[in-house]
Structure formats: C-alpha cells, structure tokens
C-alpha cells in the first residue's frame, strides 16, 4: 500500500463501525500509518479483533463499544478516546445499517426509524461529540453512498438517510470552518462488505456479483479505505464541505448496461 507521508504518525483517529467491512480496512489502514485508533463498533468483539490485528502489526489502537445513535455513547466514545490519546485529531463516522428491500407504501415503519437512527440521527451524534473535542487542523469523514445523490426505490429510507449525511457534512463543514477542522463524505458505490453479502470483501466474488464488470475485485473495501485516508490528510487541504464518489464507474454512464 503507499503511503500517505507522514501524516498520520502518533494522530488520535475514531473509525465508526470499525469491526467490519469499510470500516475495518480503515482502521487498519490508519494503524498501518502509525496513528492511534480507536476501533468503534456495536459489535465490542469484532472492534477488539481489529484492535488486535492493528497491535499486532506494531500499531496502537483500542476497541470502544458504541451504539452511534444513542449520545452518551458518542459522547464516552470521544471521551475515552480523548483520555488515552490526549485528544482527537480525526474521525471517520462510518457505521451504517442497510436495511432490507422494503415496498414504499407497505414497508415496516419501524424499519425506517432504524435506519434513519442509525445513519443519519448518528452522523448528527457523532458529529456534535467529535466537534467538541477535535483539535484544529483535524478533518472528519463521514460514510454517505451513491444512495446520497441518487433515488432507491427498493430502500427509500435508506438514500434518506444519506443525502442526510451528505446535508450534514455541509452543514458542519461551514459552521467548524473556523476552527480549521475539514469535513467530507464519502460515497461509495457497491462494496463487498457483510452488508452486501460479502463478509470477507472477496475481490473475486465482487467483480461477478457488482455492476462493474471492467473494474471487477475494485469492490474491495481497501479501495474506500485509501480515499478515506485521503480526505483526512493535508493532501485534501483543499477539500471541504464535499464528497468523493468512489463507484469503479458505477454511477458513470447512463448507458451503462445493468
Ligand atoms: N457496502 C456497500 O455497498 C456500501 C455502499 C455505500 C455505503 N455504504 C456505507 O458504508 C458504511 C459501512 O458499511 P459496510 O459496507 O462496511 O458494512 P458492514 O456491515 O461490513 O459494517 C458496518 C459496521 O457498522 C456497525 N454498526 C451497525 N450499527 C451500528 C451502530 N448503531 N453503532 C455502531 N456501529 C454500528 C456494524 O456492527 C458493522 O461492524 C455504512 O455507513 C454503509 O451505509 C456501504
């Protein structure tokens, strides 16, 4: 993997939804890099294996149990971080939930308010705990999706949600603009992940199973992960209030046979 320079050497990073999938090849990717993570997750076991794999590796990272759409988790999970890093200097708010294929006027109510809690009420969180406490010159990364610029019938709630994230990457990026803080969303396309189906971001299953038959194992979670690291560093110094499509194509063409 190359490298990002020196920039994230001794950094205190928050990954959300570290334990799994995008997340999870971030917050390597960060360790990697020799800053101090902090692995995030509902799922407590998959961020302490993370974290495990990062130390292993001779990087520094902890895992934090948190569900991202009640506050005081947000608001502990920045705190510890703070208290062992001595403070914070990049956060990517990542965890999501897709939801299930839901028919817009049958589909369970209850389905939406999860999504809508997960995705977007905990962008909102994570955001108002990590402005309070991220240092100046810091930069935050926000998971939205194609599923933010483009209608899903399928999933109504879901691309809610992410043109949600999207407003609220704006909206922050304006009013932390004068605390030197950047903040960008990243829009991925299809991704090999557990929430696609595959768990283990099979390079080659995704290529037969996504839409992007000329850039087939391009799927890969790493793929998010590099932009994401991007976002973050001064390389991007001129990016804010923004977001990176990264689809292999998928959102091109309207030609694109499906
Ligand atoms: N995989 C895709 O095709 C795709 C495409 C576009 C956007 N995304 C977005 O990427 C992000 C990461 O998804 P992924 O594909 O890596 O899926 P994933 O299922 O592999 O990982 C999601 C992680 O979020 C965690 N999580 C779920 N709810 C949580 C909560 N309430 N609090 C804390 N953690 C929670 C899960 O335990 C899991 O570890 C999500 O925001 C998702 O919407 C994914």
């Given amino acids: 993997m190359a490298t990002t320079g020196q920039w994230f050497v001794g950094k205190s990073v928050i990954v959300t939804g570290g334990g799994s999938g995008i997340g999870r090849a971030t917050a390597r990717r960060f360790g990697e890099e020799g800053a101090r993570v902090c692995v995030a997750d509902l799922n407590l076991e998959s961020a302490q294996k993370v974290a495990a794999d990062i130390v292993a590796k001779g990087g520094d990272a902890f895992a934090c149990q948190v569900d991202v759409a009640e506050e005081a988790d947000n608001e502990r999970m920045v705190a510890e971080t703070v208290k062992r890093h001595g403070g914070l200097d990049v956060a990517f708010l990542n965890a999501g939930y897709g939801g299930w294929p839901v028919d817009l006027l049958e589909g369970d109510v209850a389905e939406f308010d999860r999504i809508i809690a997960i995705n977007l009420r905990g962008c909102y969180l994570g955001m108002r705990s990590v402005m309070r406490s991220i240092r100046s010159g810091g930069a935050v990364v926000a998971t939205a999706s194609i599923g933010g610029l483009m209608g899903v019938s399928f999933n109504a709630a879901y691309a809610a949600s992410k043109h949600g994230v999207i407003g609220m990457v704006k909206s922050f990026a304006e009013a932390f603009a004068v605390k030197g803080v950047r903040i960008n969303a990243l829009c991925p396309g299809a991704v090999a992940t557990a929430m696609t189906g595959y768990p283990d ?17 391009r799927a890969a979670p790493e793929y998010m992960a590099e932009s994401v690291l991007f976002m973050a560093s001064n390389r991007a110094a001129g990016m804010t209030g923004s977001y990176m499509v990264v689809d292999a194509g998928q959102t091109s063409n309207l030609s694109r046979p499906k």
Avoid: I, T
Wanted: a negative charge.
């Fill in 201 to 217: 971001g099979d390079l080659g299953l995704s290529g037969d199973a996504l839409p992007m038959v000329e850039f087939k194992g």
